[in-house]
Structures are given as C-alpha cells and as structure tokens.
C-alpha cells in the first residue's frame, strides 16, 4: 500500500538553529511529494513539492526539500529556525501518473522551537 | 479571491445524531475533497467530488455522504455518529482532478472541529 512514514512525532529546535524533518515514502510508483504546514486551529497550507522536476525544492519561508529516489525520502529542512516556525508538518504522497488518487498523509511531526 | 470556507467552525453532537458540515470552494474550483484529521493523526481522505459527482472514496462507511452543488459548494453529512468520529474535518477545493500526470494544487479551509459525547 501507498504510505508515507515521518520519523518522530516530535521535534524541538532552539532558534537559529537547524531544522530536519524527515519524510519517507513507499511505493514503486513515482510519486507527487508535499509539504504542508498546520497552525493550532488552522487548516494546512503548502510549504512546497515535488512533481518530477528539479530534485531539490524550494518552499515558502525558507523551506527546502530534496527528494532522493535511492532513499525513498524527502526531508524538509530550514537553516534557520524562527519562533514562528513552530506548528505541526505533515508529508503527503500523491500519484496524478496513475490516476487521480488521493493525498496520502504521514501522521505528522509537530516542530518546537526554543528561544 | 475569497479562498476556501467551512462551517460551522464548531460542533457538539451526541452519539447517534446526524450531521452536515459545508464548504465553498475557491472561485473557478470545481472539486472539492473532504478529509477526516483524528487528534495526532494526518488527515484521511473521504472522499472526492468533481462537477457534482462522487468521483473516488477512501475507505469510510456509507454513513459518510455527499453532495456538491451547481455552484461547487459541497457538504458532508455523517449519520448515525459515533464517538471515533470525533475530529477535524477539512475541505480542500482545486481546479480539477488530477491524474494522466495532470495535478491540480488542493487548496484547504480552516476545517470543522465535531465533538461527539
């Protein structure tokens, strides 16, 4: 089955510091990947994806993620963390080559950043 | 451009009851999906609606429905609840259906928070 793994539900960061989320996928079909960002009591918005182009993706706020195939991962990271950065990620896989099928979503990994 | 909108923002019901939250979607969107986010957990699809039509189901009962209206709202009625449906529901609009390696981004609303005791 299609799936999407994020490793720890819990990250902490002090400011300024780096931040690594990480994503893994499964499937042998070439997959669509997403970052999205949830506020408390917001829904989510995208930080950034991947659809076959560049490997390496630029996001909003800083955000980047590259996805390695050998590794089925796609881990988000950020220099620098910021106060503001603190919410809940989730990676989501979709496959528009094979259908119209629908986004998958890891459980989540809720980011804590310490001044 | 007014983006994605859903009501009520929230809700208390008691197990048994029914239920129907809306959503609009954003302008020139013609489908709308509904997700269900359990407290901890990624959201879960429901199901799809394209031009009206159901058009893909995640693995829901049939006490989950749907509608969607000439103007592309939607609405999703539970019936019967139970306490596990507890949740954020989110509605996310995009311009059409992906697949045949087409993607349309899914654009979310703030969601409906539903209590059930």
């Known amino acids: 089955a299609q799936s999407v793994t994020q490793l720890g539900s819990h990250v902490s960061v002090s400011e300024g510091a780096l931040v690594l989320l990480r994503c893994n996928y499964s499937s042998s079909v070439p997959p669509y990947l997403f970052w999205y960002v949830q506020y408390p009591n917001q829904g989510l918005q995208l930080l950034l994806k991947?659809?076959?182009?560049?490997?390496l993706v630029k996001g909003i706020n800083g955000f980047e993620a590259e996805f390695k195939k050998s590794e089925t991962s796609f881990h988000l990271t950020k220099p620098s963390a910021h106060m503001s950065d603190a919410a809940e990620y989730f990676c989501a896989v979709s496959y528009p080559r094979i259908g119209n099928t629908p986004l998958v979503f890891g459980k989540g990994t809720r980011l804590s950043v310490i001044a | 451009e007014t983006g994605v909108t859903q009501s009520p923002t929230h809700l208390i019901k008691t197990r048994g009851q029914q239920v129907t939250l809306r959503c609009s979607s954003q302008s020139g969107h013609n489908t709308v999906s509904w997700y269900q986010q359990a407290l901890g957990q990624g959201p879960q699809f429901i199901f799809q609606y394209y031009r009206e039509e159901e058009n893909g189901r995640g693995n829901f009962p049939p006490r989950f429905s749907g509608l969607q209206f000439p103007n592309y709202s939607s609405e999703l009625n539970v019936n019967a609840l139970e306490l596990d449906d507890s949740a954020l529901y989110l509605c996310?609009?995009?311009?059409?259906?992906?697949?045949?390696?087409?993607?349309?981004?899914?654009?979310f609303g703030p969601g409906t928070r539903l209590t059930v005791t």
């Open positions: 991947y659809t076959s182009a560049a490997t």
């Open positions: 996310a609009s995009s311009l059409g259906t992906s697949g045949q390696g087409d993607y349309y981004e899914q654009y």
